[in-house]
């Protein structure tokens, strides 16, 4: 169900005006009453106009289809402008399509415009818009002129035409001799290069150099030009037919401005094509991201030449469509193959072509292993082979020349021999073939041919050897034509044949001479005919059929009545066919005879079509129908007396001896009366059929009426559906629901023949809703539902609440209560509506609806306007609906209360990494708005700190804080009521430096003191303590021993002997640890007695040494492109300095290489080697006492 508004613009006096959606988008409908009576609707549009583009000077046309009862008047308009002349303007509707046409003759570009259709009745109306955009043609010098004074900065792209050189004939120069069509140089830049060759001969272009050069100069040009509209050209493909008959190419573009023109030309005349009626216009546009696609449908000779894509004014691609005159001779036949035989199409084209197009199942087919293509050597044979023929193969094949194709079914049949679960042998046969003789077929069209090319040969060679034509000489008298019926349309006879008597013309005759000559005709077998001729004297004839003398007798009768020769058959046999000739002296005349008879039908065949095909929703469904083979056998196929195109959904397929039809994805609108007829000049045959589409049935026919309602029952009926599906429906189902609930339960089911149930499990008081389904074999229906809640008995509607009561009111939000009603009459209540209304005004509005009640005896109302006024009132709802309202509230303003400023959850402290923003941002209430200040140290704020206020907010902000900008910084809001102050402290600090040297002292057994340098943040910073932490030699943990010590001393207790100690000493602050001060070691070692030494001549043990090599280097012959790693181990003591030689010359700075040196591993490594990092690669390790080198070969491989 559609939510129905209640509007009053553009209604008359009394009328509503509800405002309806169409299900067609962008229709506006206005109902003018509230409840339409029965039968009766408002207009709407079940086709609306489709937005048109168009080409000055061509016919434009919007095309609409109203319903409504009784029937809208339907009215045109334009935004800017009337359509008053009907020399510009006509309105046209038919009758029969109900389709009303608004047309436009050789429309201007001032007609482009925004257009309005109307549909009106006496219940309401239905509107629609439509764009019409009219593309201009041709420059016209004084709109230039007008344009470019009007643009202020002089841009004139917009007044000129499109760039390309290519122009309609019309408009195009005379050509110079030598000129190159400008066509050449539009192809060439939409080409790939292996085509060059065909198009600079198509062209006679024999200087590749000089249009390589100018190519190359006009592609860089065009860029540039493309580059305006588009940012990428790509994926260009050329026209080509398809297998549906059409014509198409594409062009991947990403334009620059999505909302850019794209225009269409053929030979230099802008086309007009369509986006969206892609069935009724012959160009059209589908675009897929940024794939174009412009197809070309009904393809005649005529749609060849050159097709290009603008952009604006700016040519994007080219392409030219050539089709080749050619016809087949021999068409591709049905083909019935077994599984795994090989399946053979043929053809046969009265010009040679290279090469055709196959497609199977509207796909198409190159050579592989499944298909074999093959091509006779004079191109006139064309085979398609389907290998190994499956189930899955079965389908329809076509062949496509040019724009002539013709198609053929394949019918692959389960090999009966097979053995079952077993997988046969390829067969060795082939099934299909056209049958005939084709090689004598192209034989003949070959000789044909050159026949041909030699006449025409001989007829240049005539045309250019002959004198010039002289003056004409006067006028001779000339005789009467004795042939000259002979060219007349052929008529059927079906009775004896009788040639009217010509009108009589006075004329001198000085010769004998025919005046009603005899011409070609067709005789139903077993009739009689009759030929006819008269001379302009009285003179004896002869009579001759395929050169023999004729005379009276063997049911032939020849008799003469003065000038009238008339020869009569009794009885027309088929020995009777051939061409009977009249001669009288030097005068004849000669004219067909053909006998044969209407088309006939296999008995059996014509059974066997007669029984009706079914089939469901959504299934194809095929006709065929076999006859024997005959000359001028026109098959046409009708549906319900109207004939069936082959198009779309629907594929007639007619071949000499049979003739299908095939309904794709067939509907229930495509069932009924199928006819097939055979006509030739002999008469026609018709055979009939029917199809049969099965659905589920549509729903059932509404409104729902309620026949009794009362406190325990309700009953109800409605009427069958229109269409039940094809099949009688079974069975009813309906399902109940209670108002204002979600669940659907099933209240039974009836059988076919009753429409109308009882439910006599209802409440009082209370409102149901009920569906129903209709049911047959092939399932449900959709449903037919109640339009409103049906009620159990009569309505009981509750007394008015007390009068709202504000408890109070801000800009935003005013907040109700009420009490409930003194008198519910016995029915529960569910809810309450409440309503407001605005001052000033009369209409009251509902907050909630009345599926949607309120549960509680307050509300919240936020859908206010601040400083408006308003006044609500409310009413209790039960099962019934609602009930009176209540009185009035006292009129409340949306508004603030005064009050002083408060700040609502401020934070008092904020820490701050030096050199990051600071935002202090704080929350407030006030009314009215406050005037807010901040202070530092209660000093005014410096310049380089921001403050942003907002409603209800204010922000303090630092955008690159200082250890200075520490401080206390106060807010204070200020208004009429009074004011508040808050202070933050704000500190800007960062990770502590380390505290300097530790020292400890041991003064008593079991007791260290330590003590260390302070940090020398200790200054700057008050917040900042010490952390000491210890570690012992048996336990190797650490482990803080002391914490927040805001002096540089400790004492440790509980010092063990024998037992090794280490310190550490961190500064701590709101930014964290510092790194670590380091104590000397207490213990063992500390406090071992030294022990004199006797010898006199003791020396100390020196590590010192020069460097050496551990590792040398290692020869590497890398591919170019590839990485590389090298390494070596150096020692020595002091370590020595390790540099990388690279051919004598030091590499170490050089980004290409990354050198490492971790412990005495030297590495160099290279992403990506090059050819000139081959050579000899070194390394040298120096210290004070000498150095060590190595090196060896790198080589790089191409």
């Not at 000129?160 to 122009?167: A, D, E, G, P, Q």
């Not at 097709?307 to 392409?319: A, C, H, K, P, W």
């Not at 005919?529 to 004839?541: F, Q």
């Not at 306007?865 to 609500?872: D, K, N, V």
Request: charged residues 25%; contains cysteine; aromatic residues 8%.
């Amino acid at each position: 169900m559609f939510r129905r508004t209640k509007v009053t613009d553009g209604t008359g006096i009394g009328q509503v005006g509800i405002k309806i959606k169409s299900r067609v988008p962008g229709v506006m409908i206005t109902q003018f009453i509230e409840m339409l009576p029965e039968g009766k609707s408002h207009p709407d549009f079940t086709r609306k106009p489709i937005a048109l583009t168009i080409q000055e000077g061509k016919f434009a046309y919007f095309k609409a289809i109203v319903t409504g009862d009784p029937q809208p008047t339907v009215t045109w308009s334009r935004n800017n402008g009337d359509v008053s002349d009907t020399s510009r303007y006509q309105t046209k509707y038919d009758p029969n399509s109900n389709e009303h046409t608004f047309e436009m003759p050789n429309v201007k570009p001032d007609q482009a415009d925004t257009y309005k259709c109307f549909a009106k009745n006496e219940f309401g109306q239905a509107i629609v818009t439509v764009v019409l955009n009219v593309i201009a043609v041709g420059f016209k010098k004084n709109k230039v002129q007008q344009e470019a004074a009007e643009s202020p900065d002089g841009n004139f792209k917009t007044v000129l035409k499109r760039r390309s050189n290519v122009r309609p004939k019309s408009e195009q120069p005379e050509k110079k001799d030598g000129e190159i069509d400008p066509k050449f140089w539009e192809l060439l830049m939409s080409s790939d290069k292996k085509d060059y060759d065909r198009i600079c001969a198509e062209f006679g272009v024999t200087d590749f150099r000089w249009m390589l050069k100018k190519l190359n100069e006009m592609k860089k040009d065009r860029e540039e030009e493309q580059a305006e509209f588009v940012s990428n050209l790509s994926n260009l493909k050329h026209i080509h037919v398809n297998a549906d008959g059409t014509a198409s190419f594409e062009i991947d573009m990403d334009l620059n401005e999505p909302s850019s023109s794209i225009f269409l030309y053929k030979d230099g005349v802008m086309v007009p094509y369509t986006k969206e009626l892609g069935d009724q216009m012959k160009h059209t546009l589908k675009r897929v991201g940024k794939k174009y696609i412009f197809s070309l449908r009904d393809l005649m000779p005529d749609d060849a030449g050159l097709y290009q894509l603008d952009v604006g004014d700016v040519n994007m691609f080219s392409t030219d469509f050539k089709i080749p005159m050619v016809d087949y001779l021999v068409k591709i036949q049905e083909v019935k193959a077994i599984e795994r035989e090989d399946a053979v199409f043929e053809c046969v084209l009265s010009n040679p072509f290279s090469k055709i197009l196959w497609f199977g199942k509207n796909l198409p087919l190159e050579q592989d292993d499944k298909y074999d293509i093959q091509v006779s050597e004079d191109k006139l044979i064309h085979r398609l082979v389907v290998k190994d023929c499956l189930i899955v193969d079965k389908g329809i094949y076509s062949a496509c020349a040019g724009i002539k194709s013709c198609n053929a079914w394949l019918i692959v049949e389960a090999d009966k021999d097979a053995q079952k679960g077993k997988k046969t042998a390829r067969k060795t046969t082939r099934a299909g073939g056209s049958g005939m003789d084709l090689q004598k077929v192209a034989e003949e069209q070959q000789t044909k041919l050159v026949k041909e090319r030699e006449e025409r040969k001989e007829q240049i060679i005539a045309a250019a050897a002959a004198p010039p034509p002289e003056s004409p000489p006067a006028l001779a008298p000339i005789q009467a034509e004795p042939q000259a019926a002979k060219d007349a349309e052929p008529r059927i006879v079906s009775e004896p044949a009788a040639v009217a008597d010509p009108p009589v013309v006075e004329v001198e005759i000085t010769e004998p001479g025919i005046t009603c000559g005899l011409s070609d005709v067709y005789v139903l077998r077993g009739t009689p005919a009759e030929l006819t001729v008269k001379m302009n004297i009285d003179r004896d004839g002869s009579w001759l059929r395929d050169g023999e003398q004729l005379d009276s007798g063997a049911g032939v009768t020849i008799t003469k009545d003065g000038t009238s020769h008339l020869l009569t058959i009794q009885n027309c046999k088929d020995d009777d066919s051939g061409v009977y000739r009249f001669a009288s002296g030097d005068q004849s005349t000669q004219g067909k005879v053909t006998i044969g008879g209407v088309p006939e039908f296999d008995p059996d065949d014509l059974h066997k079509f007669s029984k009706p095909v079914i089939i469901r929703v959504g299934q194809n469904a095929a006709f065929k129908m076999p006859f024997p083979p005959q000359e001028s056998l026109v098959v046409s196929w009708f549906k319900d007396g109207t004939e069936i195109k082959d198009g779309g959904g629907v594929k007639i397929v007619r071949e000499p001896n049979h003739s299908r039809l095939l309904l794709r994805d067939c509907l229930r609108t495509d069932a009924g009366e199928i006819k097939i007829q055979l006509k030739n000049p002999f008469g026609a045959v018709e055979a009939t059929s029917t199809l049969i589409v099965l659905d589920r049935p549509g729903p059932p026919e509404g409104p729902v009426e309620t026949v009794e309602t009362t406190s325990s029952l309700i009953e109800i009926k409605w009427n069958p559906p229109k269409d039940d599906g094809g099949s009688a429906v079974t069975n009813y189902i309906i399902e109940r629901q209670q108002a204002r609930e979600t669940l659907w339960t099933k209240l039974g089911d009836v059988s076919a023949d009753k429409t109308s149930i009882r439910d006599r499990n209802v409440t009082h008081g209370k409102k149901y809703n009920y569906r129903i389904y209709a049911e047959n074999p092939e399932g449900l229906s959709d449903t037919l539902e109640t339009a409103d809640s049906i009620m159990a008995g009569i309505m009981i509607l509750a007394g008015s609440p007390g009068a709202p009561t504000v408890v109070s009111a801000s800009k935003t939000c005013v907040n109700l209560t009420w009490t409930p009603p003194e008198d519910d009459k016995g029915v529960p209540i569910i809810g309450y509506q409440l309503e407001k209304r605005k001052k000033d005004t009369t209409l009251w509005i509902a907050l909630n609806a009345l599926n949607e009640p309120i549960e509680d005896v307050k509300y919240a109302v936020k859908e206010v306007t601040e400083g408006a006024e308003y006044e609500f009132r409310v009413s209790a709802i039960n099962e019934s609906g609602s009930g009176d309202p209540s009185p009035p509230s006292a009129m409340v303003c949306a508004k603030n209360p005064n009050m002083r400023p408060c700040f609502k959850d401020p934070e008092d402290f904020i820490v701050v990494r030096a050199g990051n923003s600071a935002r202090v941002k704080i929350c407030y209430e006030a009314e009215p708005p406050p005037q807010i200040t901040w202070l530092k140290d209660d000093e005014p704020i410096p310049p380089c700190i921001n403050i942003i206020n907002t409603e209800g907010m204010s922000q303090l902000i630092i955008p690159s804080s200082k250890r200075s900008d520490s401080a206390i910084y106060t807010i204070k809001a200020k208004n009429s009521v009074g004011e508040a102050s808050f202070d933050i402290e704000v500190r800007v600090t960062d990770e502590p430096k380390t505290p300097g040297p530790v020292a400890l002292e041991q003064t008593v057994h079991d007791k260290v003191a330590i003590s260390w340098a302070p940090s020398p943040d200790e200054e700057l910073d008050d917040r900042l303590y010490y952390v000491v932490s210890q570690c012992e030699s048996n336990t190797r943990v650490w482990k803080n021993i002391a914490d927040r010590l805001f002096t540089n001393t400790y004492t440790v207790n509980n010092i063990l002997p024998g037992v090794q100690y280490h310190f550490r000493i961190y500064a701590k602050n709101d930014m964290g640890l510092s790194d670590p001060s380091q104590s000397p070691t207490l213990g063992v070692n500390s406090n071992r007695v030294p022990i004199p030494s006797n010898k006199d001549n003791s020396s100390e043990i020196s590590f010192e040494r020069p460097p050496s090599i551990l590792v040398p280097l290692k020869v590497h012959t890398p591919p170019k492109g590839y990485k590389l790693y090298m390494t070596c181990a150096v020692r020595g003591c002091p370590t020595p300095t390790v540099s990388w030689y690279l051919n004598d010359v030091c590499i170490n700075s050089d980004h290409n290489y990354y050198i490492t040196n971790a412990f005495g591993v030297c590495s160099l490594y290279i992403l990506r080697v090059r050819s000139k990092d081959s050579g000899v690669c070194k390394v040298v390790a120096v210290n004070s006492f000498g150095q060590a080198e190595c090196s060896t070969k790198l080589i790089v491989r191409d």
